[in-house]
């Protein structure tokens, strides 16, 4: 365990979604009042850029305004990231036996796995993430037959 940091490293597209949007999210989704009880579970903001380091500074700012105390969440500049082993990938997808089968055949390799964007999608809609309606505008891109499709369904519908 050492001395890590759990994290996720976001990877998006500044011409679709802002680094601003990114921080409402991630605060939005955040209790940012709370101490973490160990560096592993600490809550950061790593930054790539002085305007990123600045927009992370005035979100934290804002946050603490609204809880009206005081912030945990350190901002610091981005290191080297270190992805998960692949079995702690795509948790929520791992637990559903019959649509991992398939992704299992489309992406034989652990690393294709992991690299799938159809599988991260498909992991968000199993971990309750999504709607049906956003499920059923994109189900035909994630490339799961129709018995896949009629198990996400139902597990979309039951969350």
């Given at each position: 365990?050492?001395?890590?940091s759990e994290?996720?490293?976001?990877?998006?597209?500044?011409?679709?979604?802002?680094?601003?949007?990114?921080?409402?999210?991630?605060?939005?989704?955040?209790?940012?009042?709370?101490?973490?009880?160990?560096r592993q579970?600490?809550?950061?903001?790593?930054?790539?850029?002085?305007?990123?380091?600045?927009?992370?500074?005035?979100?934290?700012?804002?946050?603490?305004?609204?809880?009206?105390?005081?912030?945990?969440?350190?901002?610091?500049?981005?290191?080297?990231?270190?992805?998960?082993?692949?079995?702690?990938?795509?948790?929520?997808?791992?637990?559903?036996?019959?649509?991992?089968?398939?992704?299992?055949?489309?992406?034989?390799?652990?690393?294709?796995?992991?690299?799938?964007?159809?599988?991260?999608?498909?992991?968000?809609?199993?971990?309750?993430?999504?709607?049906?309606?956003?499920?059923?505008?994109?189900?035909?891109?994630?490339?799961?037959?129709?018995?896949?499709?009629?198990?996400?369904?139902?597990?979309?519908?039951?969350?």
């Amino acid at each position: 365990m050492g001395d890590h940091s759990e994290s996720i490293r976001i990877e998006y597209d500044p011409a679709r979604v802002s680094y601003e949007a990114l921080l409402d999210i991630f605060w939005e989704n955040h209790s940012p009042g709370s101490r973490s009880f160990s560096r592993q579970y600490a809550s950061f903001i790593f930054y790539h850029s002085e305007e990123q380091r600045k927009s992370a500074i005035a979100s934290r700012e804002r946050a603490a305004a609204r809880i009206k105390g005081h912030i945990y969440t350190e901002i610091v500049p981005a290191s080297t990231f270190y992805p998960a082993e692949a079995y702690h990938q795509k948790y929520g997808l791992r637990s559903e036996k019959e649509i991992m089968r398939e992704f299992s055949s489309f992406y034989p390799a652990d690393h294709q796995f992991v690299a799938s964007t159809a599988a991260a999608r498909v992991n968000g809609y199993v971990s309750g993430e999504g709607t049906m309606e956003e499920l059923e505008a994109e189900l035909g891109s994630l490339g799961l037959s129709e018995e896949g499709r009629r198990i996400l369904r139902k597990i979309v519908k039951s969350n």
